[in-house]
């Protein structure tokens, strides 16, 4: 059974469970309340062994996330915005998330709407998706992350160019016709759903070291976690089926 929120909507199709931010009308921009609510939808799809992989939108055909809703910026003081930021905020559950999570860009993501694309483990666009952290235009900087992990995903110079000159650039690892963008994002995403979800998790978790350890830190864990896969019937199963020429049934045990 899953909850009910007020400002995203859940669609699970087989293996892939499908979060879209539903406030098309502010451009899905992000108030307190769809923070909250990204955060506890998360929290529901990782407890909830049939989802496999889950897909981020925004409603509508215009934008992904419009960044933070800057009306509940206006009378926030430093010390109560800083207490925002370090809540159970919605980019720590996607930073946390232990399945595979795609952005799905269909139109336009700024500022925060970026940050939680770049939070996610692949981005998929759309011909409409444009990207940017326009913060510095309202006179602050990127929060949710934009500082680090842009720099880490495209590198220290392009990311100064982004975030001091709010110019677009291309962040994504497919850009489609907009018709097609639910097709190709769905075609990954089910195509990252057959795999063992054990192995997914231990992959993610390996990748993800990439960026935030040292080299040889990064090499030590990944024999850990490579050693691990070995403990699950996933991997059993998966090479008895490779060896007698047949397509694996992973159970996630
Ligand atoms: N916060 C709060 N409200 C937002 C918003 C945001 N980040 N982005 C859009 N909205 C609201 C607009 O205020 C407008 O509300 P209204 O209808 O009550 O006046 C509504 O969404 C539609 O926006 P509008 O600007 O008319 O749509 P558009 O399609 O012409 O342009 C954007 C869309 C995203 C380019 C433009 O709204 C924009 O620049 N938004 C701010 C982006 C930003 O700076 N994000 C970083 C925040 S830190």
């Given at each position: 059974m ?31 309340q ?20 889950a ?55 700024l500022?925060?709407?970026?940050e ?108 850990d ?15 008895k ?13």
């Amino acid at each position: 059974m899953s909850q009910s929120y007020e400002s995203i909507l859940l669609e699970r199709r087989g293996g892939v469970a499908i979060v879209t931010i539903n406030r098309p009308e502010k451009r899905n921009a992000l108030n307190i309340q769809t923070r909250a609510e990204g955060a506890a939808v998360l929290d529901e799809l990782r407890a909830d062994d049939s989802v496999r992989v889950a897909i981020l939108t925004g409603a509508g055909d215009k934008a992904f996330i419009a960044g933070a809703d800057i009306a509940e910026f206006a009378d926030r003081s430093a010390l109560s915005q800083r207490e925002v930021m370090l809540d159970r905020s919605l980019f720590n559950a996607i930073d946390t998330f232990p399945k595979p999570i795609i952005a799905m860009v269909n139109g336009y993501c700024l500022g925060g709407g970026c940050e939680v694309a770049l939070a996610c483990d692949i981005r998929v666009a759309s011909e409409k998706a444009s990207f940017g952290q326009p913060e510095i235009n309202l006179g602050i900087m990127p929060g949710g992350g934009g500082t680090q992990r842009l720099t880490r995903l495209v590198g220290e110079g392009k990311s100064m160019e982004l975030i001091l000159t709010g110019e677009i650039i291309g962040l994504v690892n497919h850009v489609v016709p907009a018709d097609q963008l639910e097709t190709k994002t769905m075609d990954i995403a089910n195509r990252i759903a057959e795999k063992s979800p054990i192995a997914l998790r231990l992959a993610k978790e390996a990748i993800r070291l990439a960026s935030r350890s040292n080299l040889d830190e990064g090499l030590r864990r990944e024999v850990d976690l490579f050693a691990l896969c070995f403990s699950s019937e996933d991997k059993d199963e998966g090479v008895k089926a490779f060896l007698e020429k047949r397509k694996p049934e992973f159970k996630g045990k």
